[in-house]
């Protein structure tokens, strides 16, 4: 198959595989502040909520991909 029939054939995939490579470095950012966070000095509290925030905020990410 030449490149254009492969790209023409394949283009959900394409797609779909750019947009699971996107999430993913999304979710590893998150993770990196969830850790920062975790490290830090803040109070218990604080730090809870911002983490539950984050947590929010990479299942949402999540569940737009799963769809």
């Known amino acids: 198959l030449e ?3 492969y790209l023409q054939e394949h283009r959900d995939d394409i797609r779909k595989h ?3 490579s996107a999430v993913k470095a999304q979710e ?3 993770n990196q502040r969830i850790r ?3 490290r ?3 109070e218990p ?6 983490i539950r925030a984050l947590q ?3 299942d949402r990410i999540a569940r737009r991909v799963a769809q």
């Open 18 to 20: 750019r947009n699971v």
């Open 28 to 30: 590893s950012r998150l």
């Open 45 to 50: 509290d604080k730090k809870r909520d911002q």
């Open 56 to 58: 929010e905020q990479k």
């Open 36 to 38: 920062m966070i975790e």
């Open 3 to 5: 490149a254009g029939e």
């Open 40 to 42: 830090s000095s803040m």
